[in-house]
């Protein structure tokens, strides 16, 4: 019997319960990895809606996106005095830099408390193809999830904050990507997808 064999024989527990755990961390290495290598990037671009945290500052008008005969709208609506004046933003998620940004909507200057609501066609978006279901066509779907932090020791001094995370998941695979400053750094609620963007390759093509 060789030497090494009669060590294994005499510690098979200690190599046992040192080998395991790297073979579980190695699996569920693998298994992680193994969507980035066979699940392709997203094709298509993705609205999303956030909402503001809540500022006095800004004027008393909520702000809502929809899609409707294959246009993105956004519609206005005073809000009382007394109300909350939080609205939601537009943001664009592109898939060929894999970055997101606002998509600014210019506010009405005379929709007072009172008036009825008022819906204007984005213009930004003017003659791009919407696509309004959860799942774009390659499989991908948005998911969000709140994260806080600094943890701990940034409660105790004061510097607690919550950041939005957007994911973007097909079959195992996750794009994580950010809104941009300064959304990134105060509390939104979660965001949503309100459509899909087929990008102009893709037309006549599905």
Same mark, same amino acid.
């Given at each position: 019997?060789? *030497?090494?064999?009669?060590?294994?024989?005499?510690?098979?527990?200690?190599?046992?319960? #040192?080998?395991?755990?790297? #073979?579980?961390?190695?699996?569920?290495?693998?298994? &992680?990895?193994?969507?980035?290598?066979?699940?392709?990037?997203?094709?298509?671009?993705?609205?999303?809606?956030?909402?503001? /945290?809540?500022?006095?500052?800004?004027?008393?008008?909520?702000?809502?996106?929809?899609?409707?005969?294959?246009?993105?709208?956004?519609?206005?609506?005073?809000? &009382?005095?007394?109300?909350?004046?939080?609205?939601?933003?537009?943001?664009?998620?592109?898939?060929?830099?894999?970055? /997101?940004?606002?998509? *600014?909507?210019?506010?009405?200057?005379?929709? #007072?408390?009172?008036?009825?609501?008022?819906?204007?066609?984005?213009?930004?978006?003017?003659?791009?193809?919407?696509?309004?279901?959860?799942?774009?066509?390659?499989?991908?779907?948005?998911?969000?999830?709140?994260?806080?932090?600094?943890?701990?020791?940034?409660?105790?001094?004061?510097?607690?904050?919550?950041?939005?995370?957007?994911?973007?998941?097909?079959?195992?695979?996750?794009?994580?990507?950010?809104?941009?400053?300064?959304?990134?750094?105060?509390?939104?609620?979660?965001?949503?997808?309100?459509?899909?963007?087929?990008?102009?390759?893709?037309?006549?093509?599905?």
């Amino acid at each position: 019997m060789t *030497p090494g064999r009669g060590f294994l024989r005499d510690n098979l527990f200690l190599v046992a319960a #040192v080998s395991l755990p790297l #073979v579980v961390v190695a699996f569920f290495l693998a298994s &992680s990895s193994i969507p980035r290598w066979f699940v392709p990037p997203p094709a298509y671009d993705l609205l999303i809606r956030g909402t503001d /945290a809540y500022n006095q500052t800004i004027p008393r008008i909520t702000v809502d996106f929809d899609v409707r005969d294959g246009k993105v709208e956004a519609t206005f609506r005073p809000v &009382s005095a007394n109300s909350y004046a939080g609205r939601s933003r537009l943001f664009l998620f592109d898939h060929t830099t894999m970055n /997101a940004r606002e998509i *600014p909507v210019d506010l009405p200057d005379n929709l #007072v408390e009172g008036n009825p609501p008022r819906t204007i066609v984005v213009n930004a978006l003017a003659g791009r193809e919407v696509l309004t279901q959860a799942k774009a066509p390659d499989g991908y779907q948005l998911e969000s999830r709140s994260q806080r932090g600094p943890g701990i020791v940034g409660e105790l001094f004061g510097m607690n904050r919550y950041n939005s995370e957007a994911l973007l998941v097909n079959k195992g695979r996750v794009i994580q990507f950010e809104l941009p400053t300064p959304f990134r750094n105060v509390y939104l609620s979660p965001v949503s997808a309100v459509a899909w963007l087929v990008p102009e390759l893709n037309k006549g093509q599905r």
